[in-house]
């Protein structure tokens, strides 16, 4: 529930109706939208509450019909959040593409694909360490070796790391050698591990789980938010539908909506859409087109032979390429990709 204030309110009464609501043991926020103090209510209002805040002094109005995740939303904070990492920001006017492997497989095999997309202007180092595979059969990822290479391989090229964390017993670890944590599509509504993601302070990058709405992503995020780390970066990559041609079809209107109900800086993941590395970067110029703050995408040295999504992982001279293209686009949308 919301209440909005009169323009003219005072700021005394301003303060009384957040005193009021947080002697009731109610969490509140209070943001700008379209120039009206707008105070949020988080959680579910008690029996009464509507009527008792619509009568005090300076709430002109107030409301039920509004999303449950307040933390989240663009109401309560009009400028889009800029997310700080290892030295990079995502959510500024500078696109970041975060590229790498989809898993570590080797010193050599990380330390040659941070070489070269840094060469080519990633500004992050991404690599997963502990794989969340559909068969049990797949590749799991090397684990806490993998982070102390993908650490290493990433201070090496000056590029900050991200890798992803499957379960809520891993978080301390994973957070120990990177600077931003992945919550993977699968993973999205693991509550407990959004809520342990929200209880650590490095940045957490979401992904949208492939059967989730853009109502149930962005509540996904209130979760980490309202653990304690606003620091969320929310990620599309494909959801399921019945095309079976692509991996996943990439929500691109996701992006726009994305955009508008929320705060919080948007990224987006064309090779896990795409599933093949042909169709990546026509996905890519077209999220930054759409509007995202960046680009997460898989690359390898030497994609016939990776032990995971390899067929939609770029090789170096394909994301070199790719990212001339990737300049050009954030031209003309008045952004230049960063840092
Ligand atoms: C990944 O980034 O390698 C990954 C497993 O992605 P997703 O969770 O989107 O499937
Ligand atoms: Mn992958």
Known sequence: MIAILSRDCSLKEKADVVRSLESEGYRVTVGVLDDEIVISVLGVPRLGLEERLATMPGVRETRRDVPPYALVARAHHPETTRVKAGGVTIGGREIVVIAGPCSIESEAQVRSIAGSVAASGAGMLRGGAFKPRTSPYGFQGLGEEAL??????????????????????????????????????????????????????????????????????????????????????????????????????????????????????????????????????????????????????????????????????????????????????????????GP
């Not at 109502?215 to 095309?243: K, M, S």
């Not at 079976?244 to 209107?253: C, G, M, P, Y």
């Not at 690359?299 to 050009?328: C, I, K, N, W, Y």
């Open 148 to 337: 102390r290479l993908l650490a290493a391989a990433g201070e090496e090229a000056g590029l900050p790391v991200v890798s992803e964390v499957v379960g809520p017993e891993d978080v301390d670890l994973v957070a120990r050698y990177v600077d931003v944590l992945q919550i993977g599509a699968r993973s999205m509504q693991n509550f407990r591990l959004l809520a342990a993601c929200g209880r650590q302070p490095k940045p957490v990058l979401l992904k949208r789980s492939p059967m989730a709405t853009i109502d149930e992503f962005l509540n996904a995020a209130e979760y980490v938010v309202t653990h304690g780390n606003p620091r969320v970066i929310l990620c599309e990559r494909g959801i399921r539908t019945f095309e079976t041609a692509t991996r996943n079809t990439l929500d691109v209107s996701a992006v726009p909506v994305l955009r508008e109900r929320s705060h919080l800086p948007v990224v987006v993941d064309p090779s896990h859409a795409a599933g093949r590395r042909e169709w990546v970067p026509a996905l890519a110029l077209a999220a930054i087109a759409a509007g995202a703050d960046g680009l997460l995408v898989e690359v390898h040295d030497d994609p016939e032979a990776a032990l995971s999504d390899g067929r939609q992982s770029l090789t170096s001279e394909g994301f070199d390429a790719m990212m001339g293209g990737v300049r050009r686009v954030a031209e003309a949308v008045g952004r230049s990709v």
